[in-house]
């Protein structure tokens, strides 16, 4: 396995932008905008629970493959890439998933808001 399989992806869905959409899957993703790549991960996201349902580890592991793959294409879309999500769950790491929440939700949490704003 490529441990940097995710930086390599980022960088085919970047070249893709400049790509014949007729010529290529992720570039005719990105000519149709936004809305089309958030409808295809809808979908995936729909697949991949219904593979869980099922309870086919193979299904499941196809269908999660699909879904990331997709989000991978928001990200680059958005000008963003997996080294952003990556460092999400890295400051993440190790904090009570319930002080996290609580972080997130408080007003002080929210830039513009809380105290002095």
Not at 4 to 29: F, H, M, N, P, T
Not at 35 to 54: H, P, Q, R, S
Request: hydrophobic share 40%; charged share 25%.
């Amino acid at each position: 396995m490529n441990p940097d399989i995710l930086q390599a992806l980022a960088e085919v869905l970047e070249q893709r932008k400049s790509q014949d959409a007729g010529k290529s899957y992720v570039a005719s993703l990105y000519s149709k905008g936004l809305d089309a790549i958030l409808k295809k991960i809808g979908e995936e996201a729909t697949e991949t629970v219904i593979a869980a349902k099922g309870g086919d580890r193979g299904q499941i592991v196809y269908e999660m493959a699909d879904l990331w793959f997709h989000c991978l294409v928001l990200l680059a879309q958005q000008g963003l890439g997996p080294e952003d999500v990556l460092a999400e769950l890295a400051r993440r790491f190790g904090l009570s998933g319930h002080a996290e929440k609580a972080a997130r939700c408080s007003p002080s949490s929210v830039p513009g808001s809380g105290p002095g704003a």
